[in-house]
């Protein structure tokens, strides 16, 4: 089965600091997905950023970016420029490609991030 | 493009009471995946429905049920109400298609509370 693990229950950065949350995740599939949602206070879940494991080149989008380690089964994510909308939880998630319980996400606890003025 | 939509966003129930939670699918969409999200944790999966029918299930009891209609809506039924079933529901839709990268979508969700 497949676990994922966030090991930083909190954190908190100052205003246009950048900031790195950490992931790691276990399985034995070699084609899968990785992301990163958001849930600020509404309680809304946005997509922040996806990895597919076939790619060796990192996401990015915008002040967004992942280092992708494959092989150490990691998966952060880095927030650059930190605003304080980027305050919220965050939350790793994997999915494995197609198959037996493909399309399902499995999350990690989250790490709530604290952007201060 | 219209997101996903769920309703209510608020319920209150007793122990032993039914309850339906509706979803509605991003436009586009047609795959709608249900997520259970106690306080202070992770979202589990409860289950997957494509094409009208049940597309994998996580660890959750038969007094969990759902329906998915032609228009990629669903319906989260929950039985027998427990204490513990209190909690956020998400619905999450995605575009099933022939491989490919499967994101998904989440809509706001509906806090139960069980009394």
């Known amino acids: 089965a497949q676990t994922v693990t966030q090991s930083q229950p909190e954190m908190s950065v100052q205003e246009a600091e950048t900031v790195t949350l950490s992931c790691t995740y276990d399985t034995s599939e070699n084609n899968y997905y990785l992301f990163w949602y958001k849930q600020p206070p509404s309680r809304q879940m946005i997509l922040v950023i996806r990895?597919?494991?076939?790619?060796?080149q990192n996401a990015t989008e915008n002040r967004f970016s992942v280092n992708f380690q494959k092989a150490a089964k990691s998966f952060s994510l880095k927030i650059s420029d930190s605003q304080l909308g980027d305050t919220a939880m965050y939350f790793c998630?994997?999915?494995?490609?197609?198959?037996?319980?493909?399309?399902?996400?499995?999350f990690g606890q989250g790490t709530e991030l604290s952007v201060k003025p | 493009e219209t997101g996903v939509t769920q309703s209510p966003t608020h319920l209150i129930k007793t122990r032993g009471q039914q309850v339906t939670l509706r979803c509605s699918s991003q436009s586009g969409h047609n795959t709608v995946s249900w997520y259970q999200q106690a306080l202070g944790q992770g979202p589990q999966f409860i289950f997957q429905y494509y094409r009208e029918e049940e597309n994998g299930r996580g660890n959750f009891p038969p007094r969990f049920s759902g329906l998915q209609f032609p228009n990629y809506s669903s319906e989260l039924n929950v039985n027998a109400l427990e204490l513990d079933d209190s909690a956020l529901y998400l619905c999450?839709?995605?575009?099933?298609?022939?491989?490919?990268?499967?994101?998904?979508?989440f809509g706001p969700g509906t806090r139960l509370l069980v009394l």
């Open positions: 990895q597919e494991a076939y790619k060796q």
């Open positions: 999450a839709s995605s575009l099933h298609g022939s491989g490919g990268l499967r994101t998904q979508y």
């Open positions: 998630a994997f999915m494995k490609h197609g198959g037996n319980q493909g399309g399902k996400l499995i």
